[in-house]
């Protein structure tokens, strides 16, 4: 087909037109809350590079997962500032720990919100690394049974959904054992799969105090300069028995979402991560950009590049446009 048979623009000629031929659509399903929880009563501190977002105690967090489940949004996934940080993260596994308690007064209060859990040690090592240090550098095996040990306190609090962040090889396999071993068989694995080197957690570590003490992530986190690697770490994931695999980053890595759900048969998770949002707030408190389109379309690029929910610090304000029909 071509011009003059065939006028592109035709279809775009007003907004009825455009809705009856439009192939992405953003919806409320789409969306997961992250939310931090502190140790504390009625604490509520702002993170400044993450503006409307908070550092929350329990009693907050309950409130904002009412909100959330208000708006139709129909998960959040948790993260955890303990108490007190030690080489073993003992606090990640703790049975009264903030998250396990947090994922109690949610479930209390909002029994029908997924609460799914983010699964690292770097938020309750006092190095800040993801899993055990062994002199300069970080311990695979010896971190398994951590990681694992953490999740499964988190069914036990009653998550619903577990999401090992680490990069650890090997941490899902172990996680459904430990899991399985202890009648959760029913409770699901969202992996982070294809989790890279980013530079745009840079907001995240601040409001989860993880960044770690010495080097980097570079030996466990993936190379942003790998693409076919990012589809074994997947399969691997799916062949421990992950339930989700996740793309993180997004925005950078658009392509990697695309050739996970092109090759993979189940759903795929992609992280609207921490400095994705400082970008677009920071520029929009300029008056660099309009905050809502930005924000609509690049929820709804994700969405087309292939991601079947989107874990976004936009969830409350993209879920309020939605239900005013305005996604
Ligand atoms: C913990 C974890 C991180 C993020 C999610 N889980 C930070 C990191 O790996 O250093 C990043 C989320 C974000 O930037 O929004 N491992
Ligand atoms: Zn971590």
């Known amino acids: 087909m071509l011009f003059p048979d065939y006028r592109p623009r035709r279809m775009r000629m007003n907004e009825t037109l455009r809705r009856m031929v439009r192939e992405t659509r953003l919806e409320l399903d789409d969306l997961i809350l992250p939310l931090f929880t502190v140790d504390g009563k009625n604490v509520k501190n702002p993170i400044p590079s993450m503006p ?17 489940r208000e708006l139709g949004i129909p998960a959040i996934i948790l993260f955890g500032l303990p108490a007190r940080k030690d080489p073993l993260a003992t606090q990640a596994y703790a049975k009264d720990g903030v998250v396990q308690r947090a994922i109690k007064a949610v479930k209390d209060k909002v029994p029908d919100l997924t609460v799914i859990t983010d699964v690292c040690l770097c938020a309750y090592t006092d190095h800040g690394h993801c899993g055990v240090v062994e002199g300069q550098t970080i311990d695979n095996d010896a971190s398994l049974d951590l990681l694992a040990r953490t999740a499964l306190s988190h069914a036990k609090a009653g998550a619903d959904m577990v999401a090992p962040s680490d990069m650890m090889d090997g941490r899902v396999a172990e996680i459904r054992e430990a899991l399985d071993e202890d009648n959760f068989s029913h409770i699901p694995i969202m992996s982070y799969a294809a989790k890279y080197c980013s530079s745009y957690y840079g907001p995240f570590r601040e409001a989860a105090d993880s960044a770690p003490q010495f080097g980097d992530r570079r030996t466990y986190q993936m190379d942003p300069a790998n693409a076919r690697e990012a589809l074994r770490e997947v399969s691997m994931d799916v062949e421990e028995g992950a339930d989700i695999v996740m793309v993180k980053p997004a925005l950078a890595y658009l392509d990697i979402i695309c050739r996970v759900r092109e090759e993979f048969d189940l759903p795929v998770a992609a992280y609207n991560v921490s400095g994705e949002y400082a970008m677009i707030k920071a520029a929009a408190e300029r008056g660099w950009l309009d905050e809502t389109k930005v924000m609509l379309e690049t929820l709804t690029a994700i969405k087309r590049a292939g991601a079947d929910m989107i874990l976004t610090y936009f969830a409350l304000d993209a879920a309020q446009l939605l239900r005013n029909g305005r996604g």
Do not use: E, F, K
């Open 52 to 68: 409307g977002h908070y550092q929350l105690s329990i009693n907050h967090v309950v409130q904002t997962a009412a909100q959330a």
